[in-house]
C-alpha cells in the first residue's frame, strides 16, 4: 500500500531535519578547516566562523546556510578554495581593511 502521508503532514519534521543536517556539516567543515580564524585565530564558537573564498572567480557556490545542502564531497571541494575566518575578520577583508597575508595569497589552498 502506498505512503499517503504528505509534506504538509511532516513539514515540520522535514524542516528540523534539514536544519539538524545543516549545523552538523556546518561543524564538519569548520573542523575540516582547522577550526580557527586564520588571521586572528579566534576559536571560541563554530558558528562565528565562516569560509572566505580566496579566489573568487574560483567559486562555484557559497558555504553559508543554504550551501550546506549538498553532499560532503562537494563540500570538501568548495572548502578547499577557501580560508576559515571569523565574522569580524571576514568583515574586514570584505571591506578593505584586512588584507590576506602573502603566505595565504600564494598558498596552495588544496
Known amino acids: 500500500m502506498p505512503d499517503k502521508r504528505k ?4 513539514a515540520e519534521y522535514i524542516k528540523q531535519a534539514v536544519a539538524k543536517r545543516r549545523r ?4 564538519l567543515i569548520v573542523e575540516y578547516k582547522g577550526g580557527k580564524c586564520v588571521l586572528c585565530g579566534y576559536n571560541k564558537s563554530a ?3 565562516e569560509l572566505h573564498h580566496v579566489d573568487g572567480s574560483t567559486k562555484e557556490f557559497g558555504l553559508s546556510v543554504r550551501g550546506l545542502t549538498r553532499s560532503w564531497e562537494k563540500l570538501k571541494q568548495e572548502a578547499d578554495k577557501c580560508i576559515l ?3 569580524n575578520c571576514h568583515r574586514e577583508i570584505h571591506a578593505g581593511i584586512t588584507q590576506l597575508p602573502k603566505e595565504i595569497l ?3 589552498l588544496g
Open 24 to 27: 552538523k556539516l556546518k561543524q
Open 106 to 108: 600564494g598558498w596552495k
Open 85 to 87: 575566518v571569523c565574522a
Open 7 to 10: 509534506y504538509a503532514d511532516r
Open 47 to 49: 558558528w562565528v566562523l
